[in-house]
């Protein structure tokens, strides 16, 4: 084939190929929540879900349900830093895109308004459905109708636990709004993150395990406390 064909073709490739091929890059390039939503459904959604609702562990790695995460700092953090089972994507995924998965989760996944919670109505609805299995300390203990064991609350996210609640993992029942409206959700989840560190007037908290510890611990302490000035008494010859 002579040079000047060879050249030509060059030419009618580089003219009418490579536009084509950016043409159809183009239309997520412009728009962060449609690059967002690309990626999330390329990374995210196995699981995560496809929006966002949470996928049970027994399909695949269980992940949580994300349609209360309204801080977009939080979400960007977890993915970078990959929590708990996660996998970091600091080094997969460059920032611009990070951003744009994490906004596109802020912006279109969480559909959950986390706002209007009442603390007061929080604890009640918490006693009521919740503190079963999750303890009163949100500590959460054996289920021995399950076999399982309810899981601590103590370092959860106000989102994580609003997620769950609408979500339902394991063998947690879930409460649809028609049970639980959004502002109930709400209170509750302000609940458990008061209850994960509560004001302790009375001294050590001890990890809040309740009265029944406590007391235990002081009577140890009272018996012991006796016993060493017992044996000061004898001029400590035993």
């Keep these: 084939m002579p040079k000047g064909a060879s050249f030509a073709s060059l030419a009618f490739f580089v003219a009418f190929c490579v536009p084509v091929v950016r043409g ?3 239309p997520n390039a412009g728009d962060p929540l449609a690059r967002g939503q690309q990626i999330f459904a390329q990374h995210c959604a196995e699981c995560h879900g496809d929006h966002g609702q949470g996928v049970s562990g027994v399909v695949s790695i269980a992940g949580p349900n994300l349609q209360a995460e309204h801080n977009l700092g939080q979400v960007l953090t977890a993915i970078e830093v990959g929590p708990s089972h996660m996998p970091s994507f600091g080094r ?13 989760v802020t912006q279109k996944i969480a559909v959950i308004p ?6 007061s109505e929080g604890g009640d609805l918490y006693a009521m459905y919740c503190s079963a299995c999750h303890r009163t300390d949100v500590r959460g203990g054996a289920l021995v109708f399950d076999g399982v064991n309810a899981p601590n609350l103590s370092h959860k996210s106000r989102a994580l636990v609003a997620g769950a609640i609408r979500w339902g993992p394991g063998p947690m029942p879930n409460f649809p709004p028609s049970v639980l409206t959004d502002q109930q ?3 509750i989840a302000d609940y458990v993150k008061y209850a994960q560190r509560p004001p302790a007037p009375g001294g050590s908290a001890m990890h809040w395990y309740g ?8 009577w140890v302490i009272a018996f012991l406390t006796i016993g060493v000035a017992m044996w000061i008494e004898r001029g400590g010859k035993g």
Excluded: T
């Design 185 to 187: 959700v709400a209170s």
């Design 24 to 26: 159809q890059a183009a």
């Design 211 to 218: 009265p029944v510890a406590e007391g235990f611990a002081a």
């Design 114 to 119: 986390m706002q209007g919670g009442n603390l």
């Design 92 to 104: 997969i995924l460059s920032v611009p895109d990070m951003k744009d998965v994490a906004g596109y």
